[in-house]
């Protein structure tokens, strides 16, 4: 269930406090010279500033936090020297490192390591992220009732695409290692899952394809994301449990007005083989707690209107609904899972795309409340 969301974690918001410094012989200013607003890119492009990112969790399944990360920026271009403006459709993502740490009001806690790099004006992108986990979450499985664990471990990925030809295609692979240690709080396991073995290990290679016309990575106003994934966890590459995972994931942002633009997402995981309960893939919402819903498949999906309603302000809505099922459940028999919820944004550095604001969505008997850098697509 830890895919992808100690990346999430670290992923949050800050305030900063508008004034004028000065670094070495360049004059550091915090307003854009665009439109005279708050802006934060020179500082974070130009002068390898971090980004300070104070962690508020709310998320349900750990219950109330705190952390810190920090974001460190730096732009391919200037890096490999002056080179061609570039329009929005053409912007090459930064380079990104994230570090970051959290602890919440059950005990759980986390520390993540994260590097994005491209490479020959995007031609090639490389993720590189370690972790380490001590987090104590509650199993649902078929009875529907939480049975708390505790799961425990180090894990790390690996990925490298590779843009095909001049096209918005890339394809490369992925490498997930998980180590980890899982102990229920009463002892002994659901009886539906059978022998539970304490220590295991996630060792699995995918195959990947991406495509991507997003105007930027972080909070994107047009264009599209699509992944497709094969991936097979093996005892040969370093883990303890065979089993295949296909997944496919998509967002597109569509433009309806100047200032209207409307959101679609798809999200659906399929698995076989002998997955580890905690990696079965779940239905991911806003609103919902993660893992509430799981099973051997999941699909989920997302619909979000965006309303800029004035320069760098937004608003936004949005609603989703999943199912999980294939073990316990048919397609037909599996729960509808239903979210509803709205957010606000900041364009906080114009350059980078990149937006902060809160989001806050409701599902069924939950509500939750989250800080988010971006989109809340990820």
């Known amino acids: 269930m830890f895919r992808s969301t100690w990346v999430a974690a670290i992923f949050s918001a800050i ?89 919440t009001q059950n005990g759980t806690w986390a520390a993540a390591a994260a590097h994005f790099h491209t490479w020959d004006d995007d031609r090639y992108r490389y993720l590189g992220a370690i972790a380490k986990v001590d987090a104590h979450l509650d199993y649902f499985g078929l009875s529907s009732q939480p049975r708390s664990y505790t799961l425990q471990g180090v894990g790390l990925i690996q990925q490298m695409l590779m843009r095909i030809g001049n096209s918005r295609w890339y394809a490369g692979l992925r490498y997930i290692f998980f180590d980890s240690s899982s102990t229920f709080g009463s002892g002994e396991a659901p009886v539906e899952l059978g022998s539970v073995q304490k220590d295991q290990r996630i060792g699995a290679g995918s195959i ?98 965006r309303w800029d309603f004035i320069p760098r302000w937004s608003l936004l809505g949005f609603t989703g609904v999943g199912k999980a099922y294939g073990r316990w459940h048919s397609f037909s028999e599996s729960q509808n899972v239903q979210s509803v919820g709205a957010g606000v944004r900041y364009l906080i550095a114009r350059k980078l795309g990149l937006a902060v604001g809160v989001d806050v969505a409701h599902s069924k008997d939950q509500n939750a409340f989250y800080i988010q850098v971006g989109s809340g697509w990820r």
């Open 208 to 305: 990947v394809v991406d495509y991507d016309s997003r105007d930027n990575i972080f909070y994107p106003g047009e264009g599209s994301f699509l992944e497709f994934e094969a991936q097979a966890a093996r005892t040969a590459f370093g883990g303890t449990q065979n089993y295949d995972i296909y997944a496919v994931r998509g967002y597109t942002w569509q433009p309806l007005t100047h200032t209207l633009i409307l959101g679609l997402r798809m999200d659906s995981r399929f698995s076989s083989g002998d997955i580890p309960f905690y990696a079965q893939p779940y239905v991911d919402l806003r609103g919902v707690q993660k893992g509430r819903y799981q099973d051997r498949n999941a699909v989920t999906a997302e619909i979000e209107l």
């Open 15 to 103: 305030v900063f406090t508008s004034v004028d410094a000065r670094a070495g012989d360049e004059t550091l200013s915090f307003t854009d010279p665009e439109d005279g607003q708050f802006d934060v890119s020179d500082f974070l492009l130009k002068h390898k500033g971090a980004l300070p990112v104070p962690i508020l969790i709310t998320e349900p399944a750990v219950g109330y936090g705190l952390g810190l990360g920090l974001l460190f920026f730096s732009d391919p271009a200037s890096d490999a020297g002056a080179g061609p403006p570039r329009d929005g459709k053409e912007r090459v993502p930064p380079n990104v490192t994230a570090l970051g740490g959290l602890y």
